[in-house]
């Protein structure tokens, strides 16, 4: 059975259309179209760009595209850098991303109504706390000792004027 990249070339030579034609059509780079068609998939980056550019490759052609992609996923698995998915996650996670993680899980609307909870108490309590250290306090304690002044010193206002 010929493989993907001799059945997309066939195929566009059968239609007589030229590489740069088909990189027109499709918008696939023209190295890519290339790369297709002689089944160099190292130029990819990652098997889901390989399979779309297959398959509007193969829309363009009037191919099946089922089966195309049934071969090329056959393909893919023989080659060392294509046969397993990519990695979903990195090697390590740092505290950043623990923390990120754990504040992404948080019901903020939960989070937020407890937080008001929180500050209203704790307003409560410092209103309280000066409330009593007001009150309990003598205003007259503090105060130097007072020097007795005759009632009439002579400063005295004068009467309104009706």
């Known amino acids: 059975m010929p493989t993907v990249a001799e059945q997309l070339r066939h195929a566009r030579e059968a239609k007589k259309l030229t590489v740069d034609q088909v990189a027109d059509l499709t918008k696939i780079r023209t190295d ?25 490759y193969a829309g363009l052609l009037k191919l099946d595209a089922a089966p195309l992609l049934a071969a090329l996923n056959a393909e893919l698995k023989a080659t060392e850098r294509f046969s397993e998915p990519p990695p979903l996650v990195e090697t390590k996670k740092t505290f950043v991303d623990t923390l990120i993680l754990v504040l992404a899980k948080l019901n903020w ?45 002579g400063d005295t206002l004068p009467l309104p004027k009706h």
């Not at 704790?122 to 000792?145: E, Q, S, T, Y």
């Open 32 to 56: 890519h179209v290339r790369a297709l068609e002689e089944g160099d998939f190292g130029a990819f980056s990652a098997t889901v760009y390989i399979r779309g550019s297959v398959k509007l």
């Open 109 to 153: 609307k939960m989070g937020f109504v407890g937080i008001i909870a929180m500050v209203a108490i704790m307003v409560l309590i410092i209103f309280f706390w000066a409330w009593r250290h007001h009150k309990g306090g003598d205003p007259l304690k503090n105060l130097p000792p007072a020097v007795y002044q005759p009632g009439n010193s």
